[in-house]
C-alpha cells in the first residue's frame, strides 16, 4: 500500500526493525558510528521510496501528468530494443498530443473534439 508514493510496508519495516536493534542488547554494543550508519542506510532508503518514478511499461494507457516516465528495460538486449522503439514511439505521440493541446488552448488550432 502507498500513501503519497511511501510504500507503507517498507517505512513501518525499518522503523520496527530499527526498534528492535535499538532495545536488544547485542544492539547495545553498536558504537555510534554503526548506529549512525544503520539510521543514514535506513533515511536513504525511505527517501529512495518516496522519489521513486513508476517506470514505463508497454502500453500503458494511464495519463503520465507533466512528463513521461523514464525508460526501463529488464530482458534481453532484443527485447530491450525492441520495448526502446515502443517507448520511443509511445513518447512522441504523447509529446505531440500535448503539443496540440498547447496550440489549441493558445492559438485555437489543432483543436479536435
Same mark, same amino acid.
Given at each position: 500500500?502507498?500513501?503519497?508514493?511511501?510504500?507503507?510496508?517498507?517505512?513501518?519495516?525499518? *522503523?520496527?526493525? %530499527? #526498534? +528492535?536493534?535499538?532495545?536488544?542488547?547485542?544492539?547495545?554494543?553498536?558504537?555510534?558510528? =554503526?548506529? @549512525?550508519? *544503520?539510521?543514514? %542506510? #535506513? +533515511?536513504?532508503?525511505?527517501?529512495?521510496?518516496?522519489?521513486?518514478?513508476?517506470?514505463? =511499461?508497454? @502500453?500503458?494507457?494511464?495519463?503520465? #501528468?507533466?512528463?513521461?516516465?523514464?525508460?526501463?528495460?529488464?530482458?534481453?538486449?532484443?527485447?530491450?530494443?525492441?520495448?526502446?522503439?515502443?517507448?520511443?514511439?509511445?513518447?512522441?505521440?504523447?509529446?505531440?498530443?500535448?503539443?496540440?493541446?498547447?496550440?489549441?488552448?493558445?492559438?485555437?488550432?489543432?483543436?479536435?473534439?
Amino acid at each position: 500500500m502507498k500513501s503519497n508514493g511511501i510504500d507503507i510496508g517498507i517505512a513501518v519495516s525499518f *522503523l520496527l526493525v %530499527l #526498534g +528492535i536493534l535499538t532495545a536488544s542488547q547485542k544492539a547495545q554494543a553498536l558504537g555510534d558510528t =554503526e548506529e @549512525g550508519i *544503520l539510521w543514514g %542506510l #535506513g +533515511i536513504y532508503k525511505i527517501y529512495d521510496v518516496i522519489t521513486e518514478d513508476d517506470p514505463w =511499461e508497454p @502500453g500503458q494507457t494511464r495519463e503520465y #501528468g507533466n512528463a513521461f516516465p523514464p525508460f526501463s528495460c529488464k530482458g534481453s538486449g532484443i527485447d530491450c530494443a525492441y520495448q526502446k522503439g515502443v517507448y520511443e514511439r509511445e513518447k512522441e505521440e504523447w509529446e505531440d498530443a500535448r503539443e496540440k493541446a498547447y496550440e489549441c488552448g493558445r492559438y485555437g488550432r489543432n483543436c479536435e473534439d
